[in-house]
């Protein structure tokens, strides 16, 4: 729960655990709540209804202070316009086009040098991540930023399905809750500020369900925060063992929603489980709508879906590289930022009447690929798992010739349902390879709680490990 903290915090007993949870949770509702936050989020919810107009008017408005202000006032790119403008001629900074793809390497490897002059990162809260990677990424905002942000996320995740975060809520994440080496109950700490009760994901198994769903019940909170592969394993378990849970809303973190988690979540907890899409750098954001629309944020941060190979735009329908400028975080600027995900742009606008983008699909990790003896690279391998009973998948790539799919199953899977994954696998690869089909009782986590989609040693190096 508390990183800094980890050595300490595994020994407590648990009232105590509990008790520096809701110590780390009154720190944190200082930071990201306050005087102005219902204000913002009436605010967010206001700007749902703009018209197209409306919302180019206010972004190129919040656009054109941004870039002014990185070019003046941030070292990295100062520096980069000094350089590309000799004598002041050249490309101009004031259209987003003329600037550089940001490398996510650059901001990890100095962050400070992203931070507005006029700022002391002594007095700013900073989020670190380590993604699935393991290196850790810095990122600092002011008290007003956070607050901007959550405001968001209140109006654009809870209130549209009708939940708050002034009513019990219940996480199911990748932080520590407990030492992963515990045994038996209890799984979770309450966190009393944020009215949170706080789920470990390590510890979702077959025997351990049985407790999840009854403090779920004690609990009763009118929504779940969860990572899929975690919510939907838990589902799984519980509906396998005839273990009723609450009804509640569901919301995906961190991790893409396949069709097979949202429909055993659904059936576990009576509710339809919702996608959302976020990133501690705040450079975009996005959630689903009762339409089922994935909608993007644009008070959040703009999208742009560029290719591969060349950075050119792409248009909607087409599949690219998600590649974000941050609006709401005006003293650590991400301009063009490539946020490491590959997403496809609607062509259709959705039927809620809502004006922000639609993302057709999000499609995970833009590392998250397999590359095929003639020299493809085939990203988005959520669909090969459609319609089986699979709460968590895994492809894993050992060799140019050899995929294997790892699975944790949610019901009967014998051989016509391997086969059809198989079949399914190979249709996409359009190569003949080895491919086999292994089912687990869970598959392997990053250090940030998710489960990775993909891993191919052939795309990632041999340093790689299963």
């Not at 893409?256 to 988690?261: I, N, T």
């Not at 990203?379 to 459609?386: D, G, I, L, T």
């Amino acid at each position: 729960m508390i990183d800094a903290f980890a050595p300490l915090y595994r020994r407590l007993p648990h009232p105590a655990r509990s008790f520096a949870a809701s110590a780390r949770g009154l720190y944190l509702k200082h930071w990201r709540y306050g005087t102005r936050t219902e204000e913002e989020v009436q605010g967010a919810l206001e700007r749902d209804a703009w018209t197209a107009e409306r919302w180019k008017s206010w972004l190129d408005e919040k656009l054109a202070q941004l870039l002014g202000r990185a070019a003046s006032a941030v070292p990295y790119y100062r520096a980069w316009w000094k350089r590309m403008r000799p004598g002041g001629k050249g490309p101009s900074p004031e259209i987003l086009e003329n600037w550089p793809v940001l490398r996510k390497e650059a901001v990890r490897e100095n962050p400070l040098a992203f931070l507005a002059e006029d700022r002391d990162a002594g007095r700013m809260f900073r989020n670190r991540t380590l993604g699935t990677t393991g290196r850790p990424l810095s990122i600092y905002s002011t008290r007003a930023t956070l607050v901007r942000h959550y405001a968001l996320f209140e109006a654009r995740v809870r209130r549209w399905h009708g939940v708050s975060r002034a009513e019990p809520w219940a996480i199911l994440g990748g932080h520590l809750v407990v030492p992963r080496s515990r045994k038996a109950p209890p799984f979770w700490v309450r966190n009393k500020p944020l009215n949170q009760l706080a789920l470990s994901s390590y510890h979702v198994s077959a025997s351990a369900a049985p407790a999840y769903a009854a403090e779920l019940a004690r609990y009763a909170p009118s929504h779940l925060v969860t990572l899929p592969s975690s919510g939907a394993l838990l589902a799984a378990e519980c509906l396998e063992a005839g273990i009723p849970l609450p009804k509640l809303a569901v919301f995906s973190a961190s991790e893409v929603l396949l069709d097979s988690q949202r429909a055993v979540l659904a059936r576990a907890f009576g509710c339809a489980a919702r996608n959302t899409y976020g990133m501690v750098e705040m450079a975009a954001a996005a959630s689903e709508c009762a339409e089922g629309s994935l909608h993007a944020w644009p008070d959040e941060g703009l999208v742009e879906i560029l290719e591969d190979d060349t950075d050119a735009a792409l248009l909607p329908g087409k599949s690219g590289r998600l590649i974000a400028t941050g609006l709401l975080n005006e003293d650590m600027p991400l301009i063009r930022y490539d946020t490491g995900d590959r997403a496809t742009l609607s062509e259709s606008p959705c039927r809620c009447g809502r004006r922000l983008p639609v993302l057709e699909r999000v499609e995970g990790r833009s590392q998250d690929l397999v590359v095929t003896r003639d020299g493809r690279r085939i990203w988005y391998w959520s669909p090969v798992f459609y319609g089986l009973p699979v709460v968590q998948g895994q492809i894993f790539q050992e060799s140019l010739d050899s995929i294997r799919a790892r699975v944790v199953t949610s019901g009967p899977f014998g051989e016509p349902e391997k086969q059809q994954l198989v079949y399914r696998i190979r249709l996409r690869l359009g190569v003949a390879a080895q491919v086999s089909v292994e089912t687990v009782p869970e598959l392997p986590r990053t250090a940030g709680g998710r489960v990775r989609p993909v891993i191919s040693l052939v795309a990632r190096g041999p340093s790689v490990t299963s």
